[in-house]
């Protein structure tokens, strides 16, 4: 007769084989979207995202999360359904990347990148001095989404480029353009355009060229003020005799 051995199961392993079934199938979707996507918005007052649990035949707790930082979420705003509100939608928003997770397995989660769109924003410093023959440099910063295109005007026209004179150098969020040893004829107002398909933004640059300044030797200052001051010791001790005399204290007559 064979004898038959029951296994003992403990009832920790029975409960997370319970939990690993019920979490087998749900799934969340944003926005019904149930894969990660990107959402393209332009500047607006408010975006909504909702998150919504799928073949679950409980309750389930929500979580949203901006980038790594949690959201603080209201009650009745966790279970089998979340929404967020972003407001107001702004260019700081732009790349920024928002989750929804299930509270209890974390790698069920869906992603949402904002795509914000919006016209160049220009910004740099208004006004430089510079001596003649001197280098200058003019940094014109540039936001926009998607990137535009950037060219450089002088006093309302374009400005002509001299190989040994001009420098352009640009990234997605600079413009700038360098002048070597810059000349009386450079002074004007400089106009950084970046256009786009959803506009266009300015901004001037007013560029004044001052006169060179007369550069002295150093060696010939040193070697001026060492003369000067070996003739006032000389002169100093040619007079030593004359203001020894003028204190000479008068001799004493006896009574």
């Known amino acids: 007769m064979v ?75 966790k279970v089998n359904i979340s929404n967020i509100c972003i407001s107001p939608v702004n260019e700081s928003d732009n790349g920024v990347t928002f989750t929804c997770r299930l509270a209890r397995d974390k790698a069920v989660q869906v992603s949402v990148t904002l795509d914000v769109q919006f016209p160049p924003q220009l910004s740099g410093e208004e006004t430089l001095q510079v001596e003649e023959e001197k280098d200058v440099t003019l940094t014109c910063n540039s936001r926009s989404n998607p990137q535009g295109q950037s060219t450089w005007l002088k006093d309302n026209q374009s400005l002509t480029l001299q190989q040994s004179h001009h420098k352009l150098y640009q990234t997605s969020e600079v413009f700038q353009l360098s002048i070597s040893k810059v000349q009386k004829s450079d002074n004007g107002t400089y106009t950084c355009l970046v256009e786009s398909r959803l506009g266009k933004g300015t901004r001037d640059f007013h560029l004044i060229v001052e006169d060179k300044k007369p550069v002295f030797p150093k060696e010939a200052v040193i070697a001026a003020v060492v003369v000067v001051t070996i003739t006032i010791l000389f002169g100093i001790v040619a007079q030593k005799d004359k203001f020894l005399k003028c204190f000479k204290k008068p001799k004493e007559t006896a009574l």
Do not use: M
Not at 27 to 56: K, M, Q, R, W, Y
């Open 3 to 77: 004898q038959r051995r029951s296994l003992a199961v403990p009832h920790g392993v029975l409960a997370l084989s319970f939990l690993a079934c019920v979490a087998t199938g749900v799934e969340l979707s944003v926005n019904n979207h149930a894969a990660d996507f990107t959402l393209s918005t332009g500047l607006s007052p408010a975006i909504s995202l909702s998150c919504l649990v799928h073949n679950s035949s409980q309750a389930e707790e929500l979580l949203w999360y901006r980038g790594a930082g949690q959201v603080d979420l209201k009650d009745g705003n």
